[in-house]
């Protein structure tokens, strides 16, 4: 008999530490799995960002790269158009010269007969230009 009232307190005793253990380890698979949830939010946040952030260096990039274009046409027009009136300062110092010399009638540049294709200026001067009128709102 004193065999069954020690085989049932340790029997108790172990179900008491048993139920003990299983409250903690509940307890403790309990705060890892919120500590999983958290970190797969956290993840997906930052998968998100990076997605985000990804999509706006490509953004920037495609605007760069547009800018550039824009800028190298500008610069070809604005060269373009710098040689265009070096060459008509050249011509029209050239026209004053012979005017000065011939007594008053302007004679014909040879670089004027070779520009037949391109309009005499307007008497409206640069400011003629389509391009230079101000854009209306």
């Known amino acids: 008999m004193e065999r069954e009232?020690?085989?049932r307190e340790l029997s108790s005793r172990l179900?008491?530490?048993a139920k003990k253990a299983?409250?903690?380890?509940?307890?403790?698979?309990?705060?890892?799995?919120?500590q999983g949830r958290k970190l797969a939010s956290q993840l997906t946040s930052a998968v998100g960002d990076a997605s985000k952030r990804q999509?706006?260096?490509?953004?920037a990039v495609a605007k760069i790269a547009e800018l550039k274009a824009e800028l190298a046409?500008?610069?070809?027009?604005?060269?373009?158009?710098?040689?265009?009136l070096?060459?008509?300062?050249?011509?029209?110092?050239?026209?004053a010269a012979a005017i000065v010399r011939g007594g008053g009638k302007p004679t014909t540049a040879p670089s004027q007969a070779k520009r037949s294709d391109i309009p005499a200026p307007?008497?409206?001067g640069p400011e003629g230009h389509p391009k230079d009128q101000p854009k209306q709102t």
Request: without cysteine.
């Open 73 to 84: 046409s500008k610069t070809a027009d604005l060269k373009s158009r710098s040689q265009e």
């Open 22 to 34: 299983s409250a903690q380890l509940s307890g403790q698979i309990k705060t890892l799995s919120v």
């Open 55 to 59: 999509r706006l260096h490509e953004g």
């Open 5 to 7: 009232v020690k085989a």
């Open 122 to 124: 307007s008497a409206a």
């Open 86 to 95: 070096s060459k008509l300062a050249r011509d029209s110092g050239h026209r």
């Open 15 to 17: 179900a008491a530490e």
